[in-house]
T-cell receptor, first 113, second 113 residues
Framework: GAGVSQSPSNKVTEKGKDVELRCDPI?????LYWYRQSLGQGLEFLIY????????KSGLPSDRFSAERTGGSVSTLTIQRTQQEDSAVYLC???????????FGPGTRLTVL | SQELEQSPQSLIVQEGKNLTINCTSS?????LYWYKQKYGEGLIFLMM?????EEKSHEKITAKLDEKKQQSSLHITASQPSHAGIYLC?????????????FGKGTHLIIQP
């Protein structure tokens, strides 16, 4: 595709449920990033994948959050036992290499009731 | 970790007027990125600055990087309604290498007709 795509665009879930968010990066981009944007915290880095290297998970807020990237392309961010404070817009970005601009997807708006 | 402070937090400008948004870092800036976000949408890449003193322009938007002051400024000339949105500066989280970005809280720009 022409840009980074994310699905779903909106997700409403109940507290305690697990959710999966998907990111399709721009074809050929080796670096993939997940961020979270909320009113109180602004835009926060969560996790970073570069090629086949082990991901940098230093930004994940708790062990309920995990992410994987299959085949160096599509990535899934999983939040287990969701809490209300997980409500935010989750943004994915990709770049052709680590020193170039990051292109962002439209985001997934997650609401935990 | 890197922290970025943007000023002003919000700005209301009459159409046709010039404006400047600043981004100040708590640490040495190795790479500074400017993005624009329309309300409820993803981030649009504007410019990336990597060297002290570097200046880049795109249409009516100019960005500069002052390495000594650990600061970048974004200047819009003859503002138009299409310039309205949230402007975010981002910088490499750890410096010296590239991975996820740290972002400022953003500057909300409103253009009055």
């Amino acid at each position: 595709g022409a840009g980074v795509s994310q699905s779903p665009s909106n997700k409403v879930t109940e507290k305690g449920k697990d959710v999966e968010l998907r990111c399709d990066p721009i074809s050929g981009h080796t670096a993939l990033y997940w961020y979270r944007q909320s009113l109180g915290q602004g835009l926060e880095f969560l996790i970073y994948f570069q090629g086949n290297s082990a991901p940098d998970k230093s930004g994940l807020p708790s062990d309920r959050f995990s992410a994987e990237r299959t085949g160096g392309s599509v990535s899934t961010l999983t939040i287990q036992r969701t809490q209300q404070e997980d409500s935010a817009v989750y943004l994915c970005a990709s770049s052709s290499h680590t020193l170039s601009e990051q292109f962002f997807g439209p985001g997934t708006r997650l609401t935990v009731l | 970790s890197q922290e970025l402070e943007q000023s002003p937090q919000s700005l209301i400008v009459q159409e046709g007027k010039n404006l400047t948004i600043n981004c100040t870092s708590s640490k040495t800036l190795y790479g500074l990125y400017w993005y624009k976000q329309k309300y409820g949408e993803g981030l649009i890449f504007l410019m990336m600055l990597q060297k002290g003193g570097e200046e880049k322009s795109h249409e009516k938007i100019t960005a500069k990087l002052d390495e000594k002051k650990q600061q970048s400024s974004l200047h819009i000339t003859a503002s138009q309604p299409s310039h309205a949105g949230i402007y975010l500066c981002g910088a490499d989280r750890r410096g010296g290498g590239a991975d996820g970005l740290t972002f400022g809280k953003g500057t909300h720009l409103i253009i009055q007709p």
